[in-house]
């Protein structure tokens, strides 16, 4: 099968969950066979037309021209869909499913969006057009799928995002403080994910201080970038928290492993979230969670099994939850044997196996 992936934007420049979930299905969908093509917006220094571990991709300009660069950028995509001819298109988001929308009416192309996000209440009557007018439409959790149906009532898959557990499993805790240069009775308080207003990272930072009372050793790792980041490192210093919070920059995709597998705590902060493959992450590098109760975090997380919910914008439930976990290594210990059990079900071969069902459904009702 030949599927046409449109992604708003693409690795190694960003790297959220959306990016991350785009690459991991396409390298999935490659090795079984199917020929992966992802298009999205190009960024500076890189080639227009590259093929990646098997995967072609399509990276196509924007003009900063408000509905002029908007109505060229859905000519190239057209022209781009034109040339591949896929079977199926794939949205990576329901506003990027507009593109969809497009290669259905002109092109006659079958088109999936998949929900990798609540981006879509932003912009709900372009969102419902979408919705109307997709062949099929995935959503990453039961919450987000109730959403999606306030703005048009339909059948909605749920397939969640997945992991590749092999890279956490190679990995000691021993090995990875010592590539990081940890000493062994430090603490690590971890987050990793874009320094951005909506994951809510200036509570955690408030959080620091009364997590700090009781555990003094406490390190809180921030891993990516970010437009937040020179606010967040003021909050710090205001704090009296320079050497305590660590900013650690933007890593790549295989060096996450290390610092979840190095760490004590992984926080998620978010005001909003669609799933979380940071999660997931977490789970499978053994870690206790602390997370808001937000979107799909929930569908994962479950309070006082393999993490703690809080509730958004909260710095004091933070402290409270992480202070207990640094605290209680048995409990610790309790909830990572229950997240490396837990996270065995969220695979990619399982979300591709979900995925080439629903594709096939589409392609042969066409």
Not at 266 to 290: D, Q, T
Not at 312 to 330: E, H
Not at 345 to 356: I, N, Q
Request: hydrophobic share 45%.
């Amino acid at each position: 099968m030949k599927v046409a992936f449109l992604s708003n934007v693409f690795l190694p420049k960003w790297i959220g969950g959306t990016e991350v979930a785009t690459a991991n299905i396409a390298k999935e969908f490659t090795a079984r066979g199917h020929e992966v093509h992802i298009i999205t917006v190009l960024d500076e220094g890189l080639p227009r037309e590259s093929v990646e571990n098997g995967v072609r991709i399509h990276r196509l300009r924007w003009l900063n021209l408000k509905f002029v660069g908007f109505t060229v950028f859905c000519l190239e995509v057209l022209y781009t869909l034109r040339r591949i001819d896929p079977q199926i298109v794939h949205a990576q988001s329901v506003l990027v499913g507009l593109y969809g929308v497009l290669a259905k009416w002109i092109l006659n192309k079958p088109f999936v969006v998949w929900g990798q996000g609540y981006d879509f209440q932003s912009t709900k009557r372009r969102s419902a057009i979408v919705l109307k007018h997709a062949d099929a439409v995935i959503a990453l959790s039961g919450d987000m799928k109730r959403e999606l149906q306030h703005l048009w009532p339909r059948n909605v898959f749920i397939i969640p995002n997945g992991i590749r557990l092999q890279a956490f499993e190679k990995i000691s805790r021993a090995a990875a403080r010592r590539d990081l240069d940890i000493g062994e009775m430090v603490k690590i308080v971890l987050f990793v994910g874009r320094l951005d207003p909506i994951k809510g990272l200036k509570y955690l930072i408030e959080a620091m201080p009364a997590i700090k009372e009781v555990e003094p050793e406490v390190r809180l790792l921030l891993v990516g970038d970010g437009p937040e980041r020179r606010e967040l490192e003021r909050l710090a210093n205001k704090l009296g928290l320079s050497e305590c919070v660590i900013f650690v920059g933007r890593v790549s995709e295989d060096r996450v492993p290390t610092y979840m597998v190095a760490s004590d705590v992984f926080v998620l902060p978010s005001l909003s979230e669609g799933f979380g493959i940071v999660n997931l992450e977490a789970m499978a590098a053994g870690l206790p969670i602390v997370a808001t109760s937000v979107g799909g975090v929930p569908s994962l997380v479950a309070e006082g099994i393999n993490g703690f919910l809080v509730d958004p914008g909260n710095a004091a439930q933070i402290a409270s939850r992480v202070s207990l976990l640094l605290g209680d290594p048995r409990l610790r210990h309790f909830m990572s044997t229950n997240n490396q059990e837990k996270v065995q079900r969220y695979t990619w071969d399982k979300v591709a196996d979900d995925l080439e069902r629903v594709y096939l459904s589409c392609v042969r009702a066409t």
